[in-house]
Nanobody, 122 residues
Framework: VQLQASGGGLVQAGDSLKLSCAAGRASSNNAVGWFRQAPGKEREFVAEINWNGGSVTYEDSVKGRFTISRDRAKNTVHLQMNSLKPEDTAVYYC?????????????????WGQGTQVTVSS
């Protein structure tokens, strides 16, 4: 399974960005999500959405600002990021989980996509 993420870029604090990921048909019945890794920091969970879009989970620092969604018919997953902060600067990775329900635990991830850089200037 190849996951292709896009939509990253350089923005100012307070701006918005929308990341997209082509997750492939093999991910249609699995949870999908996003992780990120900032320079010098460990990779961390951002958000996940279960197989039918009925359940979502967010990392505390992005709650109320980020929204994850998926289109199963198109096998795509999106991450709408609003009110961006400099601390959101990171490489963002689209992931597909092993099961229909996701997790904050990286060991639950089956496939990783290539990252897309998000840089938020102050």
């Amino acid at each position: 399974v190849q996951l292709q993420a896009s939509g990253g870029g350089l923005v100012q604090a307070g701006d918005s960005l929308k990341l997209s990921c082509a997750a492939g048909r093999a991910s249609s019945n699995n949870a999908v999500g996003w992780f990120r890794q900032a320079p010098g920091k460990e990779r961390e969970f951002v958000a996940e959405i279960n197989w039918n879009g009925g359940s979502v989970t967010y990392e505390d620092s992005v709650k109320g600002r980020f929204t994850i969604s998926r289109d199963r018919a198109k096998n795509t997953v999106h991450l709408q990021m609003n009110s961006l902060k400099p601390e959101d600067t990171a490489v963002y990775y689209c992931v597909s989980y092993r099961r229909a329900w996701g997790s904050k635990d990286q060991s639950a991830v089956q496939y990783w996509g290539q990252g897309t850089q998000v840089t938020v200037s102050s």
